[in-house]
């Protein structure tokens, strides 16, 4: 069992998202991001689907899906803040800003509030750089925060 | 008459309020009873004044920013519809000094059309590059390309045509046009701009390069943390297809060319060209040594031209207007524009299309206006995660892909970054090593090793430990990272690394901290 599913009823829903990829050049990306878009990680069950049907060895598809940021081995919270760590963010104070949002949470990069609302992920540029500090609360962006702006609005979200 | 209300829905409009400001306007609109259309746009890029509502009127478009929920009614109790003064006026939008200085040709529809509206773009010349392109010869094209001095914009420099050229020449039943849309490199956001504000540029660019070369299938291979760019670039891909500027027929021709939107999944490397086709084929994203060229083996092992995105939108101007009007622009070997990013501690920050040859201080001093802070500059990083930092006193160092080797530094992307007199370079090169250390792919030992220990010599010498020693040591670790690693990751960590103790030694000069005796 895992995310409440059967791993058969997992199989058989990795497996129609793979179908419904057959027809693309290069696969993997596309597959594993509509896995995670699904199911809000790539769990383990469905790494030994893809690699199935994909005629891949496991191994391939574990090293794929380990390799990039954004594939979770666990479903993150309700939401996912993004908070940028790079240089024009920094340059207008986004160190200070991101010590404040960990403590305001109390949780570290990568990590999940007790409640479950709020995964906290760092990111290296979010092309905002015009309008920094900014973060990108699950798909919406945010410019010019302080860090009282950033608890208003993950006070807002449900 | 109805009137005409533009507001953008690029995402740097969006993070400041602009989907809230268009909502009230939507309102107030109707409970006023006001005929008035809202046309959602790209952003000009004068970022400082987002969200920027401009309306049309007799003398052209009027600007007002940057405009919160809570000045729309007194925007309309003030007439902003008939173009009448507030505090928030900027007057004729075209006549703003920052966007007035500058030459749009890359970016001259970005903020001025709808992105989604066909009509629109062609009403302001857009696809007449392509159409000049089917009436030409592959070889005709990339001679238009080559001669216009165009080069890669994503960093490297490498001249598009000769680069178009190998493709074109190549064997191979399938040949594939990838736009590395990977735009990582902080302060850089022009690629963003482009596909959110005019994304049919990209696409016309991506066609016409596909006829130069033979190639028929096209991916653009963008970033997930660009939900935006995403939407809107594969929204647009649709419409060209429907239009048949893309398809079996472009533009009615015999050539055939599609494309798609792929999405990276938060991997920095994968903006280097060969990680970035390993990672569209499916794979981890690794560098992969060079030769063979990717334009001879690229994805799937097939001739493929890897473009930036800017150097693929500026390609439907050149073929439009030629070769020799986009040359005349710029100096030395660096012809034409570039869309120059002002961004961290900026007065006025956004996207200032210039030709080559602007000093970095006339860029930050006059056009940007100095800090946002108010305090003095201290350094400004130009070129993202991997470029120098400049202190003041190179500030004259004109915008030149050679000047800024020459000092020891590089445009890349052209995102310029600033820093006031509060910034810790010391703090800066740490953080160059560790986004290294994070973002290493893994392949080549310099960089997968290398930047983990260059953390902990900086580290060591911010706590004042043997600190001769250790700059030795951290001298030594960025040449072996410079000369011996596969890409630019690693082989261009030392320049922010090197810069900052080139340039401002002070900061790491660090008191030994008395430690507690065992």
């Known amino acids: ?158 | 008459m109805s009137h005409k209300i533009y507001l953008p829905r690029d995402a740097a409009a969006l993070s400041v309020g602009a989907e809230k400001v268009a909502a009230t306007i939507a309102a107030e609109l109707a409970s006023r009873g006001i005929d008035a259309q809202i046309i959602r746009t790209g952003s000009r890029g004068l970022h400082w004044l987002e969200p920027m509502v401009e309306v049309k009127t007799a003398k052209g478009r009027v600007a007002y920013g940057p405009v919160t929920v809570k000045d729309v009614p007194g925007l309309f109790e003030a007439g902003f519809l008939e173009g009448d003064d507030h505090p928030l006026a900027q007057g004729l939008t075209k006549e703003i000094p920052f966007l007035k200085g500058q030459t749009r040709l890359t970016f001259a529809r970005c903020g001025v059309t709808d992105p989604l509206s066909l009509e629109d773009y062609r009403k302001y010349e857009g696809l007449k590059g392509l159409e000049k392109a089917v009436a030409m010869t592959a070889e005709e094209i990339v001679t238009e390309v080559t001669d216009s001095g165009l080069r890669g914009r994503g960093g490297a420099g490498f001249p598009t045509g000769i680069k178009w050229n190998t493709v074109r020449q190549a064997q191979g039943t399938q040949k594939y046009i990838v736009c590395n849309a990977d735009e990582g490199d902080s302060g850089t956001f022009a690629d963003r701009m482009i596909m959110e504000g005019d994304p049919f540029v990209l696409i016309e660019g991506m066609a016409i390069a596909g006829l130069a070369t033979g190639a028929t299938r096209g991916y653009i291979y963008t970033r997930s943390e660009y939900p935006h760019a995403i939407a809107t670039m594969r929204a647009a891909i649709g419409i060209a297809r429907k239009a048949g500027v893309l398809g079996a027929s472009v533009l009615g021709s015999t050539h055939a060319f599609d494309m798609e939107v792929r999405v990276g999944a938060g991997a920095y490397v994968c903006g280097e060209e060969t990680s970035l086709l390993n990672s569209l084929e499916g794979k981890r994203g690794l560098v992969r040594a060079k030769p063979p060229l990717p334009a001879l083996e690229g994805l799937f092992g097939r001739p493929t031209v890897v473009n930036n995105v800017l150097s693929l939108a500026t390609v439907p101007v050149i073929l439009d207007r030629g070769a020799g009007f986009y040359r005349d622009f710029g100096v030395g070997r660096s012809h034409g524009t570039m869309p120059i990013q002002l961004a961290g501690n900026i007065k006025y920050p956004g996207l200032y299309e210039t030709p080559f040859g602007i000093t970095l201080g006339e860029l930050v001093n006059e056009i940007g206006g100095g800090t946002r802070s108010g305090r003095p500059v201290k350094a400004v990083q130009v070129g993202g995660p991997l470029g120098a930092y400049f202190p003041v006193d190179l500030f004259d160092t004109p915008f030149d892909y050679e000047a800024f080797a020459a000092r020891d530094g590089l445009i890349g992307h052209a995102g310029v970054v600033v820093f006031d007199d509060t910034a810790d370079m010391l703090e800066q090169a740490r953080f160059a090593m560790e986004f290294c250390a994070i973002e290493s792919c893994g392949k080549c030992t310099p960089c997968r090793i290398g930047s983990t220990r260059g953390v902990e010599v900086v580290d060591k010498l911010a706590k004042g430990d043997r600190p001769d020693e250790q700059i030795a040591l951290l001298t030594s670790l960025c040449d072996t990272m410079k000369f011996g690693s596969l890409c630019a990751l690693g082989g261009f960590t030392p320049y922010p690394v090197m810069s900052a103790l080139t340039h401002f030694p002070e900061d790491f000069n660090r008191k030994p901290i008395a430690e507690a005796a065992e």
């Open chain 1, 1 to 158: 069992m895992a995310l409440g599913l059967s791993d058969e009823e997992l199989a058989e829903r990795v497996g129609r998202i793979v179908g419904m990829h057959s027809d693309l050049e290069g696969p993997l990306l596309p597959i594993l991001h509509a896995v995670e878009q699904e199911f809000g990680c790539v769990p383990e069950i469905a790494i030994r689907e893809i690699a199935d049907r994909l005629n891949l060895s496991r191994a391939e598809v574990h090293g794929v899906r380990t390799f990039y940021h954004d594939f979770r081995g666990e479903p993150a919270g309700r939401h996912t803040l993004k908070v940028c760590r790079a240089e024009a963010c920094q340059s207008v104070g986004a160190a200070d800003l991101a010590d404040g949002i960990r403590a305001a949470l109390g949780i570290d990069w990568h990590e999940t509030t007790p409640d479950g609302k709020v995964t906290l992920e760092p990111v290296y540029c979010l092309g905002l750089c015009s309008c920094a500090p900014a973060v990108l609360l699950d798909d919406a962006p945010y410019g010019r925060l302080d860090l009282d702006a950033v608890r208003d609005l993950v006070a807002e979200a449900s």
